[in-house]
């Protein structure tokens, strides 16, 4: 019986000993390993693509329409889909088709050229690193869930070419605050807008107001189509106004103005002013607003000195104290196993005296069962 609660005890120990030790070291999130540099073409297609590892850009180049795909495996870059961040597809790419770029979540940038006038199910659906996707003119259909769960997409334009709007287009868009639907459409779909919780201001083309609406196309979202606007315009005309302001809040330079399409991109560099330095450099994004403000602040270049050596030295400390803390996990480990080891040389010499004491009391009855 004894034998028994040492070993049981032995056990709690070594497990409860592990499980600290564990916790004390820490633990690190799996990455994935860098996709190597790879190419193909596309069957039955005059369409040929690459991967390149080092810009983690993907480059699909030719003529005609990418084909629908049954599942996201069956896309011929999937092998990459994890690491790619930008994708550039030339000007002879008339279709996207089903799943092409279906759960790609490092993909922050990608160019669709003009002559596509069609975009398949799914095809963006859960790239969450996009932040912004700007729709070309000459587009007409989107599929359904075409860009559901792109949860860092923070506004959306949809030109007036479009004629269908699939279900759960963009369904799952948390981040999206603004869309602008210029479609000619003549419903709107189910679950089209579900649960995004941050939109706040949608617009629509009064030709549509009349139009269908699905009773769960905005379940979950922060407004319903009661609350829409709608204009006349079938362009979504923005203006573009950029101050130039010193830290003291006074005019450095004289205001920027510009006309320009909702979702058009754009890019200013700062004036130059001696002896300031302009945050940003350069004035760049993609139109999210009807009315796009950004102001400019002019640092001196003798502050911003002083502030970048501050950064330096904090940045030099930062790594110091994690080894400090690295440092202090790993005694603790060596020191949990020290005890376990000991524990466990301290648990086998009381065993091994407990059976001793166990086969020394089995002879002597031995003995005196014989001496009887």
């Known amino acids: 019986m004894k034998k028994r609660l040492l070993k049981a005890a032995l056990a709690v120990i070594l497990i409860l000993c592990f499980a600290v030790s564990f916790a004390s070291c820490g633990s690190t999130s799996p990455t994935l390993p860098d996709a190597e540099s790879m190419d193909g073409d596309i069957d039955g297609t005059d369409i040929e693509w690459s991967y390149d590892e080092d810009d983690k850009t993907l480059t699909i180049e030719g003529t005609g329409e990418i084909p629908d795909c049954d599942a996201p495996e069956d896309v011929w870059w999937y ?9 550039e597809i030339s000007k002879g790419i008339t279709a996207i088709g ?54 860092s997409i923070e506004g959306i334009f949809v030109p007036s070419s479009v004629t269908e709007l699939g279900s759960r287009a963009f369904a799952l868009c948390s981040a999206m605050e603004e869309a602008i639907i210029m479609a000619q459409i003549s419903e709107l779909g189910e679950q089209t807008f579900m649960n995004c919780s941050s939109l706040d201001k949608l617009c629509f083309n009064q030709t549509v107001k009349e139009m269908s609406v699905a009773d769960d196309a905005f379940e979950g979202a922060s407004i319903d189509f009661e609350d829409a606007e709608f204009t006349a315009s079938l362009t979504g005309d923005a203006t573009l106004t950029v101050t130039y302001e010193y830290e003291n809040g006074e005019t450095a330079a004289e205001t920027y103005t510009e006309q320009l399409k909702y979702g058009e991109s754009f890019s200013l560099p700062s004036p130059t002013i001696e002896g300031y330095k302009a945050t940003p450099l350069t004035v760049s ?23 970048e050596s501050e950064t330096e030295e904090q940045t030099e400390e930062a790594p110091a104290e994690a080894d400090k803390g690295t440092n202090v996990g790993n005694i603790i480990a060596i020191v949990i196993l020290v005890v376990v080891i000991v524990a466990i040389v301290v648990l086998a010499v009381l065993m091994m005296r407990s059976d001793k004491k166990n086969n020394s009391g089995t002879r002597t009855n031995n003995s005196n069962q014989k001496k009887k």
């Not at 279906?102 to 199910?121: A, D, F, N, Q, R």
């Open 79 to 87: 092998a990459a889909r994890h690491n790619i961040e930008e994708i």
């Open 98 to 151: 089903d799943y092409a770029f279906y759960y790609t979540p490092e993909l922050t940038k990608i160019e669709i050229p003009e002559s596509v006038t069609s975009i398949g199910e799914l095809s963006f659906a859960f790239c969450s690193s996009l932040t912004a996707l700007e729709l070309p003119e000459g587009l007409v259909s989107i599929g359904d869930s075409c860009f559901e769960a792109c949860t």
């Open 285 to 307: 994004g993609i139109v999210s607003s009807f009315d796009t403000q950004i102001t400019v602040t002019y640092v001196s270049e003798e502050a911003q000195t002083e502030a």
